[in-house]
């Protein structure tokens, strides 16, 4: 398989200049999915699995799991900032830094699933609450140098969600896991 399918099985995320609301439900359907879909994906696997690299020079599926929680949970505080002031700036932060420190390395894949569950059933219960007009709130990516509304951000973390969950779904197919 070449790299650059191993490192986007569903492609590079591309924005829209405009999201539906069928297209805003969609995305915050697939944010709610994820933490089912690690468990029933996971659900079993020894160390050693979790312990292997999704693509030689990539995070294990341990580290792709918790930086799963890393992120939404900055994705969440993220949402409620925009909700609540007048765009924002975020604080970046170094996620591959993150991914390397000790927690991100061997702590228990529970410990980040139990966070996802719990902080995606919060942010989704806020995600779909909200009106055209707060989609349309922004935060200021310092980073990035842009203002991002929430409805781009929404779509791109549903895009995340898939993108990494696509990590481990592909490893364990081309490993013969799902068999298994």
Request: proline fraction near 5%; aromatic fraction near 10%.
């Amino acid at each position: 398989m070449e790299i650059e399918t191993l490192r986007y099985p569903i492609g590079k995320f591309i924005a829209s200049h405009h999201y539906s609301s069928s297209e805003m439900k969609s995305a915050i359907q697939v944010i709610s999915a994820l933490p089912s879909k690690i468990i029933n994906l996971t659900a079993g696997w020894e160390e050693s699995k979790l312990n292997t690299p999704y693509r030689d020079g990539g995070w294990t599926v341990r580290q792709l799991i918790h930086h799963l929680a890393d992120s939404h949970i900055n994705a969440y505080t993220r949402t409620r900032l925009a909700l609540t002031e007048e765009n924002p700036v975020i604080k970046p932060y170094d996620e591959k830094a993150w991914a390397e420190l000790p927690d991100g390395v061997s702590a228990p894949i529970d410990l980040s699933i139990q966070l996802l569950k719990y902080t995606h059933m919060r942010w989704v219960l806020l995600l779909n609450s909200l009106d055209s007009e707060q989609l349309q709130m922004t935060y200021f990516h310092p980073s990035h140098q842009v203002s991002v509304p929430l409805s781009e951000m929404i779509a791109q973390y549903a895009w995340h969600s898939e993108h990494h969950y696509q990590h481990m779904r592909t490893l364990a197919q081309r490993k013969g896991w799902l068999d298994a």
